[in-house]
């Protein structure tokens, strides 16, 4: 009888054993290795959507927005101690669905390249913004706590925290470009993303900011930010040792079916490789929140152009930064005005067709006859990495006849849009510093 007692409890410390062993290993799985939605804001999938307005009016209002957004990253340049976020107002950007808090609470983000911290507004507001959705009550959740002055967090945000004069909690404020701004309590909790098969990743202690007072030109269907950026704060940061610091996107062109969405990937399955891919190094710069490449030409058929750089200013990124920065948020991509110029100079007499002026005085090059374009092939020349772009990466229909070169010159930072990424896979690998691209047929992936 002895014997088979001992038989018994041996097998069942075994089957103990290895359905904790496997729901350890299926938690890790999902963790490591997981892939959700990106929405972007003009779908009917998301939330913000107006279906009383025409693809050419939600068209203009992520233009409007990309122009302002390229301002913000002037200004980020100019204050990087005070300005670490985009405008929000405006079209143009990405969307995830997250939770925070046990038991999770949801929250609709921007998904931005160009920020780091995580934020939503939070009770009790001093002074928020109208929302529609529930305002998160950090009261009511179990694994919520506010974070210390000393803690490692509240020091990656330097001048932009301050401790309470309640108590020995970490406070921060944030200004943008436009007059809108937030503050409140840096905090953690638990952090979760439900992936696509309907899993979902939970990641404890997450940093994030409490808001309670928030303004300006904010959504009232703004749920948050969700920072994707370089710097300590963000999502792909703190996540770094669970992905191993990679993350991939695959944006889908602006014609894709309404009810598909892009995708994020996170971990093992976020890194990029395979035939046609090429990969550029990431280059540091003064503000590590965001991703600097650096450019060396573009090619318009056979004809190189060689980059030429900013007029000397204050403004202007140094050599040793890069020269352009990659940005999920912007819809269109700027140059430096001369080299702006020796680009559509190449490309005017590539592409034939009608030259005709932009009514909203938004581009330089526009045609009314597309039947009679010709559109070479366009590469951009980065370090180590030849990025071959197709006509949708290159040239956007702004109204019914009417298509436009869809670069901008700037005097400032230049950056490679959204536009310019669509039907690649991009991946963002933080621990090798590159960034590959992979064409890719998005609505597949």
Not at 112 to 126: K, M, N, V
Not at 327 to 350: C, H, I, M, R
Request: glycine share 8%; aromatic share 10%.
């Amino acid at each position: 009888m002895e014997s088979f007692n001992h038989k018994v409890l041996f097998f069942t410390l075994a089957v103990i054993f290895l359905v904790h062993f496997s729901e350890h290993y299926h938690a890790e799985a999902k963790i490591d290795d997981f892939t959700t939605h990106l929405i972007s804001r003009d779908s009917p999938l998301c939330s913000f959507y107006n279906p009383s307005e025409t693809k050419y009016q939600r068209l203009q209002k992520a233009l409007r927005s990309s122009i302002l957004r390229s301002n913000n990253f002037r200004a980020m340049r100019i204050s990087p101690n005070d300005i670490l976020s985009d405008v929000i107002s405006g079209g143009g950007e990405y969307l995830m669905n997250v939770s925070i808090g046990t038991p999770p609470v949801p929250m609709l983000g921007i998904a931005d390249t160009g920020s780091d911290l995580i934020w939503r507004q939070c009770l009790p507001c001093d002074d928020c913004y109208q929302q529609d959705e529930p305002i998160f009550d950090p009261q009511k959740l179990k694994t919520y706590k506010t974070l210390a002055c000393d803690d490692e967090f509240c020091q990656d945000l330097g001048q932009l925290s301050f401790c309470s004069t309640d108590g020995n909690f970490c406070t921060y404020i944030y200004l943008y470009g436009d007059p809108s701004y937030t503050s409140g309590n840096l905090s953690s909790d638990t952090l979760t993303i439900r992936s696509n098969e309907g899993q979902a990743a939970s990641f404890p202690g997450l940093a994030f900011g409490c808001g309670y007072n928030n303004g300006g030109n904010f959504n009232k269907k703004h749920g948050g930010i969700i920072g994707l950026g370089g710097g300590p704060l963000s999502l792909v940061k703190q996540l770094s040792s669970k992905i191993g610091g990679r993350f991939s996107y695959c944006l889908l062109p602006l014609s894709s079916a309404s009810t598909a969405s892009s995708k994020i990937i996170f971990g093992r399955s976020g890194a990029v490789s395979g035939s046609g891919t090429v990969s550029t190094p990431l280059i540091k710069g003064s503000l590590a929140t965001l991703y600097h490449l650096r450019m060396e030409g573009m090619s318009v058929g056979n004809k190189r152009v060689e980059f030429k750089g900013f007029s000397k200013n204050k403004y202007s990124p140094a050599a040793a930064e890069g020269n352009i920065i990659i940005d999920s948020g912007t819809t269109l991509t700027f140059l430096p005005q001369d080299f702006y110029n020796d680009v559509e100079s190449a490309l005017k007499p590539a592409i034939g067709g009608e030259t005709t002026a932009d009514p909203r005085r938004i581009f330089d090059h526009c045609c009314s006859s597309l039947s009679n374009l010709q559109i070479p092939t366009v590469t951009a020349h980065f370090t180590g990495a030849d990025v071959k772009l197709q006509p949708l990466n290159i040239f956007i229909q702004v109204q019914e006849d009417l298509v436009c070169f869809s670069r901008l010159p700037t005097q400032d930072l230049g950056i490679f849009g959204n536009l310019a990424q669509m039907n690649f896979l991009v991946g963002y690998d933080l621990k090798n510093n590159k960034v590959s691209f992979k064409p890719t047929d998005c609505s597949k992936h």
